[in-house]
């Protein structure tokens, strides 16, 4: 039987992108991703011979393993699960994991031989034991599944066992895949020079080591796989081992099928006549997608023209800016779901020479601009970011990241008609960059801002670094900052005081502040009593001036759960809705030993769902 899965509302059962599951010791969390950028967390906590689970505000104490209660409600997710999702899996090696792994094996089986697959996008695993990894593969989606990572794979590694998998797949697989371990040994490479039997599978491979076996040159196969070692890792020299460019009839799809070649004797002044006629362009390009298109203007110079001439609306969904493995990417998505990746410069050599030297990046730019000329044009998501920025120096990368920005604001900006976004989702390191980008997007579009850290690289260095702040005086004074929906700033510190920024039009908030006084929560919980659009405020802080004299401003707790967590309800003026505020000032450590903000959550809800809820008494009618 479930237990929090009936917690959920119908809407959050059934608009869910994301799913990631997190072990930790005698606890798992369950992250459901829905299509906002607040995912929402389920506990299952090991307490005595007893499950703990709990979710927002809601409790509930089951006495069973705690393994076995997360599985009840893991397997009402899967079984009720339309969409295509990404599937994270982060496992801590104990007697467990064992356990874990097995349960999910079953889940995705028991779908399969329900006809009903599972739909995933992008399968992801940390510790996890390969063997368990390349099994499961088989129960999901041949026709969804794009990408396969192993991250840290739980030791012994063996590759073989990834071969083993692969040949055991069936069903029209291709998926690029990954594999990061410590150490490549001689018998791996033996091992991984069988993957390049597998290219009609494996769309994509690279598998990362900080290890390499000193013969790894007479044994590796040259005509199959190069090498590339990054010397300025800032853990080390990294070996990482990808295919060759494959044979072009091999190389994926948008389908992730093998192209067909195509036969035809239609003559080409015919052709011509066709392809060249705007008006006839017209009528083709309604039924086509967007790389189908693509693959259309590579025909000659006239059918790009006429291309060019029609402007056909492309339908892009997604269209994200990455900076990974010292390559230039965008990933572009369609409505249908459908992902095509593209990379700058397209032979794979160093942007350090071919696009920093050129700020304008001319290539990408110009598919960008192609891309997104049409007028009725609307992203669900622009997005840009780095992946992995090792070989830059702290100086270079911001320097290059600042000229990337500026120069899509200008594409942005030549519009005459400004870009209908969504969401906009930024990597940034001061808000001048956002300031290249923000004011150019279409103000009523904009519902979602997001801003992070632009690299993973500088995100860890933030750890050790708990006062840099991020200023949003001039962003906040925007037309799409003041027309947007929902704010998430993640990473950096705010630098303003909460009193002097611009927030209360937000339904959604999750930012993060330097310190959090009892004066901070007043002026929180006076404005959101008055605010029509709130739904829910995360305020995540560092530090605390936060005292007794709270209970003098605001009143007592309705619940105190203990010294550092409390919790408020407070009636919304003439409705049927109450402000619920959860406050923690604990101290918690995250998975990798760094302690996690502070925080105090308002959230606004239905009277139906406080513990101030009397339901109607039945009364008997009497005819």
């Known amino acids: 039987m479930p237990y929090a899965y009936d917690w959920l509302s119908k809407e959050r059962k059934s608009n869910i992108l994301g799913i990631k599951i997190i072990q930790l010791n005698g606890k798992l969390l369950l992250y459901l991703q829905p299509r906002t950028f607040f995912e929402f967390e389920i506990n299952y906590e090991k307490n005595g011979n007893h499950t703990l689970v709990t979710y927002e505000r809601k409790e509930l104490f089951v006495q069973n393993h705690f393994v076995n209660v997360f599985f009840e409600d893991l397997k009402m997710v899967l079984e009720n699960q339309k969409t ?33 697959e599972l739909k995933v996008n992008r399968i992801f695993f940390e510790d996890a034991n390969v063997t368990f990894g390349m099994s499961v593969l088989k129960y999901l989606s041949s026709e969804i599944l794009s990408s396969v990572i192993f991250r840290r794979p739980a030791e012994p590694i063996n590759f073989q066992d990834s071969v083993n998998g692969l040949r055991n797949l069936e069903g029209g697989y291709r998926f690029q895949l990954g594999i990061g371990v410590r150490t490549i040994d001689e018998e791996d490479l033996i091992s991984i020079n069988q993957f390049a039997s597998f290219s009609e599978i494996i769309s994509g491979l690279e598998i990362s080591s900080f290890s390499l076996a000193a013969s790894y040159d007479s044994i590796l196969n040259k005509d199959e796989f190069h090498t590339i070692i990054r010397e300025k890792a800032s853990r080390g020299p990294i070996c990482i081992i990808e295919f060759k460019d494959q044979n072009p009839e091999l190389k994926t799809t948008l389908f992730g099928k093998r192209k067909t070649p195509i036969n035809s004797d239609v003559c080409e002044e015919t052709a ?11 009528l083709i390009l309604k039924r086509f997608v967007f790389f189908e298109i693509e693959s259309l203007r590579k025909v000659n110079r006239g059918v790009r023209k006429c291309i060019d001439t029609v402007k056909p609306n492309l339908h892009i969904e997604k269209y994200r800016f990455l900076l990974c493995n010292n390559r230039l990417l965008t990933d572009i998505t369609l409505g249908s779901g459908e992902h095509k990746r593209l990379v700058y410069p397209s032979d794979g050599s160093s942007v350090m020479d071919k696009v920093y030297r050129e700020p304008t990046c001319t290539l990408l730019l110009n598919d960008f601009e192609t891309n997104i000329e049409h007028p009725k044009s609307f992203l669900q998501e622009l997005s840009m970011k780095y992946l992995s920025t090792n070989r830059f120096s702290k100086d270079l990368e911001k320097a290059f990241y600042g000229e990337l920005l500026k120069e899509i604001g200008k594409v942005l900006k030549k519009r005459e008609i400004p870009l209908k976004i969504r969401q906009l989702s930024m990597g940034t390191h001061c808000q001048m960059e956002v300031m290249e980008i923000l004011p150019a997007i279409d103000k009523d579009s904009l519902k979602i801002i997001l801003f992070a850290c632009p690299s993973e690289q500088k995100r860890l260095s933030l750890a050790e670094n708990n006062d840099l702040l991020f200023k949003v005086d001039q962003l906040s004074q925007t037309d799409q900052w003041k027309s947007a929906e929902q704010l998430v700033f993640y990473d950096f510190t705010l630098k303003e005081p909460i009193e002097e920024v611009n927030i209360f039009h937000f339904s959604n908030l999750d930012i993060l502040v330097k310190t959090l006084s009892t004066q901070n929560v007043f002026y929180l919980k006076t404005n959101l009593l008055k605010s029509s659009k709130f739904q829910k405020y995360k305020i995540h802080f560092r530090e605390s001036t936060i005292d007794e004299s709270l209970h003098e401003l605001i009143g007592d707790p309705y619940r105190t759960i203990s010294d550092e967590k409390k919790i408020w309800y407070f009636r919304i003026p003439n409705t049927n809705y109450f402000i619920h505020i959860v406050l923690d000032t604990r101290y918690v450590k995250n998975r990798n030993g760094s302690v996690t903000p502070k925080s105090i959550i308002f959230t606004r809800v239905s009277e139906e769902d406080t513990p101030f809820f009397e339901p109607p008494i039945n009364q008997l009618r009497i005819n």
Do not use: G, H, W, Y
């Not at 994270?88 to 779908?111: C, G, Q, R």
């Open 84 to 116: 295509a999702v990404n599937f994270d899996l982060f496992l801590t090696t104990n007697e467990d994991s064992a356990k874990i792994s097995e349960f999910l094996e079953e889940s995705f089986k028991a779908l399969k031989t329900r006809c009903s």
């Open 272 to 282: 011509r006549s066709v392809l060249e006629n705007p008006l006839l362009m017209q």
